[in-house]
T-cell receptor, first 113, second 111 residues
Framework: QQQVKQSPQSLIVQKGGISIINCAYE??????FPWYQQFPGKGPALLIA?????SEKKEGRFTISFNKSAKQFSLHIMDSQPGDSATYFC????????????FGTGTLLAVQP | KAGVTQTPRYLIKTRGQQVTLSCSPI?????VSWYQQTPGQGLQFLFE???????NKGNFPGRFSGRQFSNSRSEMNVSTLELGDSALYLC??????????FGQGTRLTVV
């Protein structure tokens, strides 16, 4: 029940296209859902995060869509660029425990020029 | 504003030895968490410290321990190293109930 399932494992998108990564969870007590971006040899960097009281959050080219009833959330990267090529992780945490993150398995995104 | 700093960046140890890794959080952050990242198991939570007290703990054996000092700096220790402990160890800091920011990690190789 503590798992966060992430798909796809890898994704190839053309420059300018939309990248979509999906995550699903079981524990309805989760109330914080961040997305992290990781480049090789670097630590994960926080991209964007959402709480269950909103269905969508947008920051620049990055959008989180959240479906509370389906217990799913997704990351959309609009106008994908080669510089977006990285591994993306979704995560979830319980109330008051934003630094105890349960991570998805990651999605390796390659944006082709 | 300085980010999360982890030292050392790389470490090679022999089976059976012990190792100590260090993490300096972002100024003002009182929560420090540690994660282990491996290709097979992904990113796994080890433990979290807040105001020098362990607040949360993951499912790792007792060989993995940590502590936090009064200035919020944290150390984690792994005793009796095993080959399977080879991983990237990541530290993340936060104010407590806000976003967590990661350091670049310490790459530990056990031979």
């Amino acid at each position: 029940q503590q798992q966060v399932k992430q798909s796809p494992q890898s994704l190839i998108v053309q420059k300018g296209g939309i990248s979509i990564i999906n995550c699903a969870y079981e524990n309805t007590a989760f109330d914080y859902f961040p997305w992290y971006q990781q480049f090789p040899g670097k630590g994960p960097a926080l991209l964007i995060a959402i709480r269950p009281d909103v269905s969508e959050k947008k920051e620049g080219r990055f959008t989180i869509s959240f479906n509370k009833s389906a217990k799913q959330f997704s990351l959309h990267i609009m106008d994908s660029q080669p510089g977006d090529s990285a591994t993306y992780f979704c995560a979830a945490s319980l109330s008051g425990a934003t630094n105890k993150l349960i991570f998805g398995t990651g999605t390796l995104l390659a944006v082709q020029p | 504003k300085a980010g999360v700093t982890q030292t050392p960046r790389y470490l090679i140890k022999t089976r059976g030895q012990q190792v100590t890794l260090s993490c300096s959080p972002i100024s003002g952050h009182r929560s420090v968490s540690w994660y282990q990242q491996t290709p097979g198991q992904g990113l796994q939570f080890l433990f979290e410290y807040f105001s020098e007290t362990q607040r949360n703990k993951g499912n790792f054996p007792g060989r993995f321990s940590g502590r936090q000092f009064s200035n919020s700096r944290s150390e984690m220790n792994v005793s009796t190293l095993e080959l399977g402990d080879s991983a990237l160890y990541l530290c993340a800091s936060s104010r407590g109930e806000s976003e967590a920011f990661f350091g670049q990690g310490t790459r530990l190789t056990v031979v």
